[in-house]
């Protein structure tokens, strides 16, 4: 069974670095893309970024790029994101979920962790 | 940026009922357009993909339409297990977005 499990989340102070992880097994993962999506606390889902299979092409929502960047280790089945100069806005459960394909332009996020959390507070 | 709008927001129904949900993007999007359901506490599951495509395990009981700009999520003969939010999720283009939700609820 595809398995994604988060980690690395926790209180950090605004303006601080914080890297998750996200460990995946289950399947061959240096075939598929993957994506990082957030959830701030009783509100929607919101796509953060997405690397294709070998990590060359990746992509940032608008809210996130310059301040956080999407990484994965193929000979760790692990997926990352540093997150940098964070803000109360962040707080939020984040999610890693594996996309259908390889180029993580146009797939589908079909299976998903259950999130970290991070709380940006003083 | 691509936007969605979804609607409604919320919606109570009764057991049996049929439900409607609706997306529209800011753009045509083609039929890059999936839907997710997601119950308190658990990650969203993923409930259509490509507009009208079932994953594996999904009752044939939820249904999607459309392509280009309207889309459509169909639940028949709502079960207990079907209350949820429900999200749409746009995968033309980069950066991908969800649209606002809509929470199911029991009459």
């Known amino acids: 069974d595809v398995q994604l499990v988060e980690s690395g989340g926790g209180l950090v102070q605004p303006g601080g670095p914080l890297t998750l992880s996200c460990s995946a097994s289950?399947?061959?993962?240096?075939?598929?893309?993957m994506s990082w999506v957030r959830q701030a606390p009783g509100k929607g889902l919101e796509w953060v970024s997405a690397?294709?299979?070998?990590?060359?092409?990746?992509y940032y929502a608008d809210s996130v790029k310059g301040r956080f960047t999407i990484s994965r280790d193929n000979s760790k089945d692990t997926l990352f994101l540093e997150v940098q100069s964070l803000r109360a806005e962040d707080t939020a459960l984040y999610y890693c979920?594996?996309?259908?394909?390889?180029?993580?332009?146009?797939?589908?996020?079909?299976?998903w962790g259950q999130g970290t959390l991070v709380t940006v507070s003083s | 940026d691509i936007q969605m709008t979804q609607s409604p927001s919320s919606l109570s129904a009764s057991i049996g009922d049929t439900v409607t949900i609706t997306c529209r993007a800011s753009?045509?999007?083609?039929?890059?357009l999936h839907w997710y359901q997601q119950k308190p506490g658990k990650a969203p599951k993923l409930l259509i993909f490509?507009?009208?495509s079932l994953p594996r395990g999904i009752p044939s009981r939820f249904s999607g339409g459309g392509s280009g700009t309207d889309f459509t999520l169909t639940i028949r003969n709502l079960q207990p297990e079907d209350f949820a939010t429900f999200y749409c999720?746009?995968?033309?283009?980069?950066?991908?977005?969800f649209g606002q939700g809509t929470k199911l609820e029991i009459k």
């Open positions: 979920a594996r996309l259908s394909g390889a180029s993580g332009y146009d797939d589908v996020p079909d299976y």
């Open positions: 753009q045509s999007i083609d039929n890059y």
């Open positions: 490509a507009a009208s």
């Open positions: 289950g399947f061959t993962y240096k075939n598929y893309a």
């Open positions: 999720l746009q995968g033309y283009s980069p950066p991908h977005t």
């Open positions: 690397i294709d299979r070998v990590g060359t092409r990746i």
